[in-house]
C-alpha cells in the first residue's frame, strides 16, 4: 500500500513537472537576423563588381510569368546601366519565403529592401539608386522612401560607421514610380497607346486598364489621383479608353461600366474632388489589360477569372460587353513557358517601351546624386 | 411513479444494470443529473459501447460522423471542421467527462486530445444547452464519457490499431486501484502518414495546370497524449482527485514546386497541458455538492522547415523581415483557460430535484504577432439553477436559468424549458432554451495571413455583438424492449451569428492591404439572422445477435447579411451544410463457446451535397465500413475491418472544397490485451457507466 502511494505520487511529481517545465525557449532573435544578413552579404560581395548599386523594389510575386519579367527588368537595366550592380528586392515576406522554396524554378533569392540596404553599405558602396518599381506613389512606394531608405540612411541598426554614413550624404537617392508625377501619366498614355496590341485592340472597342491603387484613407501622397490623369491623358488621345483599379474607391469595376454608359462623376481623391465626364459608349466589345509592372494574382483572378462572378471579365461581359481579358497577339512575352500564339495577359513590366520610362527616372535620380537635388523629397505633394 | 423513481441510485442494482438493453441506459448530459435514457426529460442521443465496439472508428471524428448522421466533419491541416446540425465547432461544446475541451485553432477544438480507445461512450444533445453549460453550447453538447477502471489491484492494457496509410492508434492504461486511493494512467499516440486524393490544383486558381501539387488531402500527422488521474475516497461521501495530462501534435506539411501554390515552410505544432483537482462530497442518497478546477494550455507554434521572413522584432524595432530558420519554433497562439466549478444537486420536497451552480471563467490569449499588444484576456462568471419537477405521473418539466456576466459583454439571462410527456413507451419532448455566447478573443482580436493559392487575410473584428440564440425542439420517441423510433423537429435561429465572411479589400485597414496585398479578405463578422432548421430521425431494432439501426437528418439553412454597400439583406451559406445526410448500421455478435465471440459489423453513412460560400461545394458521398471482431476469452480482443468498402473517393482539386476527405478502400487490424491483478469488483459495483470491460455483455 505504502509503496503504491509512493509510486502514484512520483507519477504526479513527473506529469506536474513536465508541464511546468514545458515552455518553449525563447530564440536567440539577434543572432538570427545576423545570420540571415551575412547571407545577403555574401550574395553582394559576390555580385559586386562596381562601387555603385541600383537596388530596384518591387512588391514581389509567386507567378512565374511575373519572375520572368523581374528577370527582363533586371536584364534591361544591367545593360543600360553600365557601370551600376543591379539588385531586386521583394517588399512582400511571403513572396520572398515561397520564391525561395519553390522548386519548379530556379531558387530565386530576392531578399528584402531592409537586408539589402545593409548589405549594399556594408559592401562599402559609394552611391545607391533605390529604384521604386511601383505604379504610383502611393502606400507601397511610402514605404520604400520613408521606412526602408530612411532607416538605412539613419543607420537604425548601427550597422556601418559614421564615417561611412558621412560619406552617403547627397549619394543615396530613390528613383520615382511609373507615374510619380502629372507629366509622367501622360507619358505612360502616349506610350501604352503606341503599343501594337493596345492600339489594335482600341480601334476595335472599348480597352480598359485595371491599376492596384490604394484602399481610401490610405492615399497618403496623392498617388490614386494618376490612375485618373491617365485615363484623362488616354482618353484625349482616345475615348475608348478607361482606367479602373483593385482599391481605388470609386474606381472599382462596377464605377467603370457606369462610366462607359457615360455621364459626370465627382470622384473624391483625398483631399481632392476630380471631375471625370465621360460620354455614352456604344462599344459592345472588349478588351482588359493590366495597369500592374507584372501580371499575377490581381490580373488573373480580379481581372480574368471566368469563374469569379465579381472578376472585370465576369462583370463585363455580364454587361453585355463582349470582353476579353486574354490576348493573343503580345510579341515581348517575358514568360519563358509562353508559347507564341497562346493567350496572355502582358504586364507593363513586359512592355519595353514602359520599362523605358521607369529606366528614365532612375536616369534622374543618377543625376541627382551628389548634387542639392538628391535631398528633394522624390515624389509629388497631394494635389492642391 | 414520482420523479425519484426516475433517478438512478449511485449504486445501483446489479441485475438491473448488467442488462445492456437501451432501456438500462444511463445518461447525464441533458439535465447535469443521472436518468434513464428512455425517461430523460431532454431528447439525448447515445453512442453506447457497443456500437462503439461495432464501429471500431480510428478516431472521434471517424466515429460521431460515422455513427449519427447529425454530424460532418473535414479533416484538414486547420482542423476537423465538425458540424452539428449545420453549425460548426464554435457552437458545439464538448466535454470530456463533463470538462470542455480546451483550445481551438480557427475554432475548431484538436479532438486529438481525445483517445478514441478510452470512450466507454458518447452522449449527444442537440440544441442549446447555455442554463447549464455556458456559451458554446448552442447547437449542442457532445460529452465523451471515458472508460473508468475500477477494479481493485493492478490492470494492465495496450490497445494497437494500424491501417492503411501508415495509421497507428495506440493506447495503453495502467490503473492501480488500493483502497482510497486510485491511480489511472493513460497513454495515446494517434499517427498517420497522410494522403493525397489529387495533385492537380484548381485551373481557376493557378497560372496553369498544375499537375504535380504537393499539397496533401490530409497531411502526414503525429500526435501523443499522457494523462494521469489520481482519485482518493477520503471518507464514503468524500471523493477528491487530482488530474493532469500532456500532449503534443505534429502536423508535417511537404514543400512543393511552385511557389505560389503548394510551397510550405513550416510544420504545425501543438502544444497542450492540463491540469485539474475537485471533488465531490455525497450528503445524503441523492444530494452531493462538487468543486471542479480546471487549468489547460494550448498553444499553437510554427516548426520551420525552411528560411522564413516573418514579422518580429529586433533591437526593439519592429521588421516585417524577421528570419526563422529551419528547427526553430514560433509561437503563435498560447490559450490559457482557468475554469472554476461548483455544482450542487439537492432533492426538494413534491418530487423536485435542483442542481445549482457557481461558474468563474479566465480565458487568456497571447499572440504576440497576431494579437495588437500581444496579449487579451476575457473574465466571465455565470451563477445558474436548474429545476427538474414531476407535476404529474405522467408530466415532467425541468426549468432552468443562467445568468452570465461577461466583463466586455455585460450580463445575460439564458432560460431553458423542456417538457416530457410518457404515454406508455411514447415519450414525448419539447424544448426551448436560449443560448448566449460572447465573442471569443480571437474572434475578437486575432489577425494572421494564409498563404494557399494567394494571400488570404484573416481578421478580428473588435465590434462584433454577443450571439444569442432560440432553440425550439420536438420530439417523439417509442422505445420498447429490442425496438427504438424517434423523430425529432427543431428551429434554432441564432441572432447576430458570427461567421467568417469574405470583405471587399477596401473594407480592411488599409495598411494590412498594403502590406499583404491579399486576394482575399475574411473578416469575422455578425450574420442579421441565421438559422437552421431540421428533423432527425433514428430507428434501432435489436433481436438477439443482431442490432440494426439507423439515422437521417434534413437541414435547412438560412442566414442574411447586411450589405452595408447595397444596403440591402444578402443571402448568405452557412459554410459545409449539407441537406440530406444518413447513417446506417447493422452488426451481429455470437458467443460460440466460452473461449471465442464473434462479432460482425456493417455500416453506412451518406451526405448530400455540402454547400459553400467561395470555392464551390462538396461532392454528395457514401461511404460504407465493414467490421469484425474476435474475442477470446476475457482478456485478448482482436478487430479487423475495411473502411469504405466502395473505395470512393473525392478527387476535387486542391483549393476547393471536398464532400469528404476520405482515402479510398482502407484496412485495419486491432488488438487488445488486457491484464489484471487484484480483487475482481462484485457485481453491485459495475454499473453500465463503466462497463469497461473488453467482453461482450
Redesign the interface.
Known amino acids: 500500500?505504502k509503496k503504491?502511494?509512493i509510486?502514484?505520487t512520483a507519477?504526479?511529481a513527473i506529469?506536474?513537472s513536465?508541464?511546468f517545465t514545458?515552455c518553449?525557449k525563447s530564440?536567440d532573435?539577434?543572432s538570427?537576423?545576423e545570420?540571415?544578413q551575412q547571407a545577403v552579404n555574401k550574395t553582394v560581395n559576390k555580385e559586386k563588381k562596381n562601387d555603385k548599386a541600383i537596388l530596384l523594389v518591387a512588391?514581389g510575386?509567386?507567378?512565374?510569368?511575373a519572375y520572368d519579367t523581374f528577370d527582363e527588368i533586371v536584364a534591361d537595366y544591367k545593360s543600360n546601366f553600365n557601370g551600376w550592380d543591379i539588385y531586386l528586392s521583394f517588399?512582400?515576406?511571403?513572396?520572398?519565403?515561397?520564391?525561395?522554396?519553390?522548386?519548379?524554378?530556379d531558387p530565386k533569392d530576392y531578399y528584402?529592401p531592409?537586408?539589402w540596404l545593409t548589405a549594399i553599405g556594408l559592401a562599402g558602396y559609394k552611391q545607391i539608386v533605390v529604384q521604386s518599381l511601383q505604379v504610383i506613389p502611393?502606400?507601397?512606394y511610402r514605404?520604400v522612401r520613408d521606412t526602408y531608405v530612411k532607416d538605412f540612411m539613419n543607420n537604425?541598426?548601427?550597422d556601418f560607421s559614421d564615417e561611412y554614413m558621412k560619406s552617403l550624404d547627397l549619394n543615396v537617392v530613390v528613383g520615382t514610380p511609373l507615374m510619380a508625377e502629372e507629366e509622367d501619366a501622360e507619358k505612360l498614355a502616349v506610350v501604352l497607346n503606341n503599343e501594337a496590341d493596345i492600339k489594335t485592340a482600341v480601334q476595335q472597342g472599348i480597352v480598359a486598364f485595371m491599376g492596384?491603387g490604394?484602399?481610401?484613407?490610405?492615399d497618403y501622397y496623392g498617388g490614386n489621383v494618376r490612375y485618373l490623369q491617365l485615363e484623362q491623358y488616354l482618353r484625349i488621345l482616345n475615348q475608348n479608353y478607361y482606367v479602373g483599379t483593385?482599391?481605388m474607391?470609386e474606381t472599382y469595376v462596377d464605377d467603370v461600366l457606369e462610366h462607359i454608359k457615360g455621364g459626370i462623376f465627382a470622384i473624391t481623391v483625398g483631399d481632392v474632388v476630380k471631375t471625370m465626364t465621360y460620354l455614352p459608349n456604344a462599344s459592345t466589345k472588349a478588351q482588359l489589360f493590366p495597369l500592374m509592372s507584372i501580371a499575377?494574382?490581381?490580373a488573373?483572378?480580379?481581372m480574368a477569372?471566368?469563374?469569379?462572378e465579381e472578376s472585370w471579365f465576369s462583370m463585363f461581359n455580364a454587361a453585355g460587353i463582349e470582353t476579353k481579358a486574354y490576348e493573343t497577339n503580345f510579341t515581348e512575352a517575358c514568360w519563358k513557358?509562353y508559347k507564341s500564339g497562346e493567350e496572355y495577359i502582358p504586364a507593363l513590366g513586359e512592355r519595353k517601351a514602359v520599362r523605358k520610362l521607369w529606366m528614365n527616372h532612375t536616369t534622374q535620380a543618377i543625376a541627382k546624386l551628389g548634387t542639392e537635388e538628391a535631398l528633394s523629397t522624390p515624389t509629388t505633394a497631394p494635389e492642391e | 411513479m414520482g420523479l425519484a423513481g426516475m433517478f438512478i441510485p449511485l449504486l445501483p442494482d446489479a441485475q438491473t444494470i448488467l442488462l445492456t438493453d437501451s432501456l438500462q441506459e444511463v445518461v447525464v448530459t441533458g439535465t447535469g443529473t443521472e436518468h434513464l435514457l428512455r425517461d430523460v426529460p431532454v431528447q439525448t442521443e447515445v453512442i453506447t459501447s457497443r456500437m462503439l465496439r461495432h464501429y471500431a472508428g480510428r478516431s472521434i471524428e471517424d466515429i460521431l460522423g460515422g455513427l449519427s448522421s447529425s454530424f460532418d466533419f473535414n479533416e484538414n491541416d486547420m482542423g476537423s471542421h465538425l458540424q452539428l446540425n449545420g453549425l460548426g465547432n464554435a457552437y458545439v461544446l464538448i466535454l470530456v467527462d463533463g470538462r470542455r475541451l480546451h483550445g481551438d485553432n480557427g475554432g475548431e477544438n484538436d479532438l486529438g486530445l481525445i483517445d478514441p480507445n478510452n470512450i466507454e461512450k458518447i452522449e449527444i444533445v442537440k440544441g442549446a444547452s447555455s442554463a447549464l453549460y455556458g456559451s458554446d453550447a448552442i447547437a449542442g453538447v457532445i460529452n465523451i464519457i471515458t472508460r473508468k477502471h475500477r477494479q481493485q489491484g493492478v490492470m494492465l492494457e495496450n490497445t494497437t490499431r494500424t491501417g492503411s496509410h501508415g495509421d497507428l492508434r495506440q493506447h495503453n492504461g495502467i490503473s492501480?486501484n488500493?483502497?482510497a486511493?486510485s491511480?489511472f494512467?493513460n497513454f495515446q499516440l494517434q499517427h498517420s502518414d497522410g494522403w493525397q486524393n489529387t495533385s492537380i490544383e484548381a485551373p481557376?486558381?493557378t497560372?496553369?495546370l498544375i499537375t504535380d501539387s504537393r499539397n496533401m488531402t490530409v497531411s502526414r500527422h503525429t500526435n501523443w497524449q499522457?494523462a494521469?488521474h489520481?482519485g482518493w475516497q477520503l471518507t464514503p461521501a468524500v471523493e477528491l482527485y487530482?488530474d493532469?495530462?500532456?500532449y503534443r501534435k505534429r502536423i508535417y506539411r511537404p514543400?512543393?514546386?511552385?511557389?505560389?501554390?503548394d510551397?510550405?515552410?513550416y510544420d504545425l505544432l501543438y502544444?497542450n497541458?492540463s491540469?485539474s483537482a475537485g471533488g465531490q462530497w455525497k450528503l445524503n442518497a441523492t444530494d452531493h455538492v462538487s468543486l471542479d478546477i480546471d487549468w489547460k494550455r494550448h498553444?499553437y507554434?510554427y516548426a520551420y522547415t525552411?528560411?522564413?521572413?516573418?514579422?518580429?522584432?529586433?533591437?526593439g524595432?519592429y521588421?516585417?523581415?524577421?528570419?526563422?530558420?529551419p528547427g526553430?519554433?514560433?509561437?503563435q497562439s498560447d490559450q490559457r483557460l482557468t475554469d472554476i466549478r461548483l455544482k450542487g444537486v439537492f432533492s426538494l420536497p413534491y418530487d423536485q430535484r435542483l442542481s445549482a451552480g457557481l461558474e468563474y471563467r479566465y480565458d487568456w490569449l497571447s499572440a504576440p504577432m497576431r494579437v495588437k499588444g500581444g496579449q487579451v484576456r476575457d473574465n466571465t462568471a455565470a451563477a445558474y439553477v436548474q429545476d427538474e419537477y414531476s407535476l404529474h405521473e405522467r408530466l415532467y418539466l425541468t426549468a432552468g436559468l443562467r445568468l452570465t456576466r461577461n466583463e466586455g459583454f455585460g450580463s445575460c439571462l439564458t432560460p431553458k424549458l423542456a417538457a416530457m410527456l410518457k404515454l406508455g413507451d411514447i415519450r414525448l419532448r419539447g424544448t426551448w432554451s436560449q443560448g448566449y455566447k460572447t465573442p471569443t478573443p480571437k474572434e475578437l482580436h486575432y489577425q494572421y495571413?494564409r498563404?494557399m493559392n494567394?494571400?488570404y487575410l484573416y481578421l478580428g473584428n473588435t465590434g462584433l455583438q454577443a450571439q444569442r440564440s432560440d432553440y425550439f425542439g420536438l420530439s417523439g420517441e417509442y422505445r420498447v424492449s429490442g425496438f427504438n423510433l424517434s423523430l425529432t423537429g427543431y428551429y434554432n435561429m441564432v441572432d447576430h451569428m458570427i461567421t467568417l465572411v469574405t470583405i471587399p479589400?477596401?473594407q480592411?485597414p488599409?495598411?494590412l492591404?498594403?502590406?499583404?496585398?491579399p486576394?482575399r479578405v475574411r473578416q469575422y463578422q455578425n450574420i442579421e439572422q441565421a438559422a437552421t432548421r431540421g428533423l432527425d430521425a433514428s430507428i434501432g431494432y435489436q433481436a438477439g445477435d443482431f442490432v440494426l439501426g439507423g439515422s437521417y437528418s434534413y437541414l435547412d439553412t438560412e442566414a442574411n447579411q447586411y450589405d452595408s454597400e447595397n444596403e440591402c439583406m444578402h443571402r448568405v451559406v452557412i459554410d459545409g451544410t449539407a441537406r440530406h445526410k444518413a447513417s446506417c448500421h447493422a452488426s451481429w455478435q455470437h458467443r460460440f463457446s466460452e473461449r471465442y465471440q464473434l462479432g460482425i459489423g456493417l455500416s453506412g453513412r451518406m451526405s448530400g451535397r455540402r454547400h459553400y460560400q467561395i470555392d464551390g461545394d462538396g461532392k454528395a458521398y457514401q461511404l460504407w465500413r465493414l467490421n469484425t471482431s474476435h474475442q477470446w476469452g476475457e482478456n485478448i480482443r482482436a478487430e479487423a475491418g475495411i473502411d469504405n468498402l466502395f473505395d470512393y473517393v473525392d478527387r476535387t482539386p486542391h483549393g476547393l472544397h471536398l464532400g469528404t476527405t476520405t482515402p479510398g478502400r482502407t484496412f485495419f487490424v486491432s488488438l487488445s490485451i488486457r491484464f489484471h491483478k487484484g480483487k475482481k469488483l462484485s457485481n453491485k459495483y459495475i454499473t453500465n457507466l463503466n462497463s469497461n470491460q473488453n467482453e461482450e455483455n
Open positions: 500500500m503504491i502511494s509510486l502514484m507519477m504526479t506529469i506536474a513536465t508541464v514545458a518553449d530564440d532573435t539577434q538570427n537576423y545570420k540571415y512588391f510575386s509567386t507567378w512565374e510569368q517588399s512582400s515576406a511571403i513572396c520572398i519565403n515561397n520564391a525561395r522554396a519553390g522548386e519548379n524554378v528584402d531592409e537586408h502611393g502606400e507601397e514605404r537604425r541598426n548601427g492596384h490604394n484602399p481610401e484613407g490610405y483593385v482599391d474607391d499575377g494574382d490581381h488573373h483572378n480580379d477569372d471566368a469563374e469569379d513557358q | 492501480l488500493y483502497g486511493l491511480s494512467t481557376s486558381q497560372e496553369y499522457i494521469q489520481l487530482a493532469g495530462s500532456l514543400c512543393g514546386h511552385h511557389p505560389g501554390v510551397v510550405k515552410t502544444n497541458a491540469l498553444a507554434l525552411d528560411t522564413t521572413l516573418t514579422e518580429g522584432y529586433v533591437n524595432y521588421t516585417n523581415y524577421f528570419p526563422y530558420f526553430q519554433k514560433e509561437l495571413i498563404n494567394g494571400v479589400t477596401n480592411a488599409g495598411e492591404i498594403a502590406q499583404y496585398d486576394i
